[in-house]
């Protein structure tokens, strides 16, 4: 049984910093494709930043090109979004996602590139 386990959110202030985890379980594929969104209230979901699991692919939003930076430890299946200068726009539920089907470029960032969720964990950046 697949399993994505997000960890990592919580609240600062703007400029701040924060490391989000994604524990991925219950893939029998080599290489697995995962990636983060993140949804405010009232907003559609919006793709940021993907990843290859295993390999070097990597992609982002431009609202978060030099700020986030996604990076992986493939032995333990794991993804971390890494976070910095945060701003109050990026407040927002943050989202997990993965598939074992080949995604590249800006596929990455779309929500129907992806066929598993994990449960999201809550980031609030204030002014």
């Known amino acids: 049984q697949v399993q994505l386990v997000e960890s990592g959110g919580g609240s600062v202030q703007a400029g701040g910093s924060l490391r989000l985890s994604c524990a991925a379980s219950g893939f029998t594929s080599r290489r697995i494709y995962l990636g983060w969104f993140r949804q405010a209230p009232g907003k559609e979901r919006e793709g940021v930043a993907g990843?290859?699991?295993?390999?070097?692919?990597?992609m982002y939003d431009d609202s978060v090109k030099g700020r986030f930076t996604v990076s992986q430890d493939s032995a333990k299946k794991t993804v971390y979004l890494q976070m910095n200068s945060l701003k109050p726009d990026d407040t927002a539920m943050y989202y997990c996602a993965a598939n074992d089907v080949f995604i590249d470029g800006w596929y990455f960032l779309k929500g129907s590139s992806y066929k598993y969720w994990g449960q999201g964990t809550q980031v609030t950046v204030s002014s």
């Open positions: 990843i290859a699991l295993g390999g070097a692919r990597t």
